[in-house]
Nanobody
Framework: QVQLVESGGGSVQAGGSLRLSCAAS????????MGWFRQAPGKEREGVAG???????SYGDSVKGRFTISQDNAKSTLYLLMNSLKPEDTALYYC????????????????????????WGQGTQVTVSS
């Protein structure tokens, strides 16, 4: 079965950096499209970044220029590098996968929507203090 396991969360001061990882298994990684979402207490889950199996990327407005999504196909692992972290970035971060994924470059217009995905990880907590 498909499994997504996030890691790399933690506590950091404002202005700091973290890199999240998501190890995927149970499907052919290169056939999937991936994304990161986050949910802060009392708020709805929001799309942070998405990446298609053609490498096309998309970002939420609040993280553009600070966060970078990437993947290592050989390791079936998704990453999220988060720089210049702010207290408002504090949330539970989730990895998500759409597998199989046949959207190609059009994933960039779909990757930030929860309904685009059919598999989810359990989440990793990121806490940014001021």
């Amino acid at each position: 079965q498909v499994q997504l396991v996030e890691s790399g969360g933690g506590s950091v001061q404002a202005g700091g950096s973290l890199r999240l990882s998501c190890a995927a298994s149970g499907y052919t990684y290169t056939m999937g499209c991936m994304g990161w979402f986050r949910q802060a207490p009392g708020k709805e889950r929001e799309g942070v970044a998405g990446i298609g199996n053609d490498g096309s990327t998309s970002y939420g407005d609040s993280v553009k220029g600070r966060f970078t999504i990437s993947q290592d196909n050989a390791k079936s692992t998704l990453y999220l590098l988060m720089n210049s972290l702010k207290p408002e970035d504090t949330a539970l971060y989730y990895c998500a996968a759409r597998a199989p994924c046949f959207y190609g470059s059009s994933w960039s217009s779909r990757g930030l929507f929860q309904t685009s995905y059919n598999y989810w990880g359990q989440g990793t907590q990121v806490t940014v203090s001021s």
